[in-house]
């Protein structure tokens, strides 16, 4: 069936570097995927849809600056979270297939 | 914006148990999916609904797609220890630039004593 891959499982960083989480559609294309945030205990909020070869369309309240998200292929999304700070330690998930397929998540701690 | 209300929070249960959760919204949705999620993981897709009135089945699993389209609950029975998780609702609706977009539940934890 059809399988998103996300990287890294889990990172630690420092406050004010940047980290990049990979989402990569496996056996098919995916010319739209999106990228969640869970904090503990909480539901999935939608912070932006990304769109291949275009730019990605954020949520009200989500930082464009802030979370960048490339789109580049019909296989690979990518959000970078810049100048990372501790209040952004959080789950983040990617989806494709219109929400069907999610990955596994990345577990980002900042410190 | 829009928000769905997904009870109960949490069950405990023992194991053989049947389960129920249901979610309600205040707006229409074209699609109801019901998803679990367990600790670290991305949420897994069980069933999704299409049609207001549907019932569908997935091994021990069913769901129902409300007649109002603003509603819909999740069975599950004769529960097994592996059933532990938070399971998620999640309204789509497919409207202009919004296709695909969807909201979520809370969420319900579930516990299955053995």
């Known amino acids: 069936g059809a399988v998103v891959s996300q990287h890294p499982s889990w990172v630690i960083c420092k406050s004010g570097t940047s980290v990049k989480i990979e989402c990569r559609s496996l056996d098919f294309q995916a010319t739209t995927m999106f990228w969640y945030r869970q904090f503990p205990k909480q539901s999935l909020m939608l912070m932006a849809t990304s769109n291949e070869g275009s730019k990605a369309t954020y949520e009200q309240g989500v930082e464009k600056d802030k979370f960048l998200i490339n789109h580049a292929s019909l296989t690979l999304s990518t959000l970078t979270v810049t100048s990372a700070h501790p209040e952004d330690s959080s789950f983040y998930i990617c989806s494709a297939r219109g929400g069907y397929t999610f990955g596994s998540g990345t577990r980002l701690t900042v410190v | ?114």
Do not use: H
């Open chain 2, 1 to 114: 914006g829009q928000q769905l209300n997904q009870s109960p929070q949490s069950m405990f249960i023992q194991e053989g148990e049947d389960v129920s959760m249901n979610c309600t919204s205040s707006s229409i949705f074209n699609t109801w999916l019901w998803y679990k999620q367990d600790p670290g993981e991305g949420p897994v897709l069980l069933i999704a609904l299409y049609k207001a009135g549907e019932l569908t089945s997935n091994g021990r699993l069913t769901a129902q797609f409300g007649i109002t389209r603003k509603d819909s609950f999740l069975n599950i029975s004769a529960s097994i220890p592996s059933d532990v998780g938070i399971y998620f609702c999640a309204g789509q609706q497919m409207s202009g630039g919004s296709n695909y977009k969807l909201t979520f539940g809370k969420g319900t934890l579930l516990t299955v004593n053995p």
